[in-house]
């Protein structure tokens, strides 16, 4: 496999050659394996008629093997997925700079073969500028009903990334002043991250909005887990809660 090398005389460092391997994955854990020690990124492309899932892994030791999530290149979703799944041709690219070896194997077969070709490099890939508010999700309970915003689990080694969260707290009817605020709580975000919230007297159609935008995202603790945000049940309070986030390892 060729290398990076250095003419110490003159201190040129000459590009080594992709490393690339082609094979058909068409039957159940069929497989492909190229080297990548030197390499940042690959690709993976795949083309015939299938209906299968393809895992994308890398190993250090030649044994032990770790999914590597990847994006699609020329497709309208460009989110981070744990593996390809389905019957659709294309191009996807990810990171694969800690690793010795690259596979790319059938986890999953229904029928059909694709001709799978994968290739390191060793450019860097820089999928920073995909890193934005790409999926929203939004939650509307009924007064007096508590709210769950979920966030579902984006699969082995990913996890959302909350670019902002706003939660609006409508009054169905007139609303009475309590002693302690309003605690919208979270799970599988880091110290079980509370907010508080007004429990203030307010009239009928009257409607308190909370929003944060996270300069810096904020990352769920554990990945391949939902993420959620629970308004609890408030008597004539209408709760309505969205969040912005993108996916990533």
């Given at each position: 496999?060729?290398?990076l090398?250095k003419?110490?005389?003159?201190g040129?460092l000459?590009?080594?050659?992709n490393?690339?391997?082609s094979?058909?994955?068409g039957?159940?854990n ?5 080297a990548?020690?030197?390499c940042?990124?690959?690709a ?7 209906s299968l ?11 032990n093997?770790?999914?590597i999530?990847?994006l699609?290149?020329n ?7 744990a593996a390809?799944?389905?019957?659709v ?7 694969c700079a800690?690793?010795?070896?690259l ?5 999953a077969?229904t029928?059909?073969s694709?001709?799978?070709?994968l290739s390191?490099s ?5 999928d ?13 309970a ?8 979920s966030?579902?689990?984006p ?16 009054a169905?009817?007139t609303?009475?002043a ?7 709580t979270t799970?599988n975000?880091?110290?079980a ?8 007297a ?9 929003r944060e935008?996270?300069?810096?995202p904020l990352?769920s603790s ?6 959620t945000?629970v308004a609890?049940?408030t008597p004539?309070v209408?709760?309505?809660m969205t969040?912005?986030?993108?996916v990533?390892?």
């Amino acid at each position: 496999m060729g290398k990076l090398t250095k003419d110490l005389t003159v201190g040129t460092l000459h590009p080594r050659e992709n490393q690339k391997i082609s094979g058909l994955l068409g039957a159940p854990n069929a497989e492909i394996i190229v080297a990548c020690d030197g390499c940042s990124s690959f690709a993976i492309d795949l083309r015939g008629t299938f209906s299968l899932t393809i895992e994308v892994s890398g190993t250090v030791d030649g044994t032990n093997w770790i999914p590597i999530p990847v994006l699609p290149v020329n497709q309208a979703s460009r989110l981070y997925v744990a593996a390809i799944a389905g019957t659709v041709q294309g191009l996807w690219e990810g990171k694969c700079a800690l690793f010795t070896s690259l596979r790319a194997r059938a986890s999953a077969y229904t029928s059909g073969s694709a001709m799978a070709t994968l290739s390191a490099s060793n450019g860097v890939l820089d999928d920073s500028f995909r890193k934005t508010t790409s999926t929203l999700v939004t939650v509307t309970a009924a007064a007096g009903v508590a709210a769950t915003l979920s966030l579902p689990s984006p699969g082995a080694g990913l996890r959302p990334y909350i670019t902002y969260l706003s939660i609006n707290r409508f009054a169905a009817a007139t609303l009475t002043a309590a002693a302690t605020p309003v605690l919208v709580t979270t799970t599988n975000i880091p110290n079980a991250l509370a907010f508080s919230l007004p429990a203030d007297a307010a009239a009928q159609g009257t409607l308190f909005p909370w929003r944060e935008d996270f300069a810096y995202p904020l990352a769920s603790s554990a990945q391949a887990a939902a993420t959620t945000v629970v308004a609890p049940a408030t008597p004539n309070v209408i709760w309505r809660m969205t969040a912005g986030y993108y996916v990533a390892p």
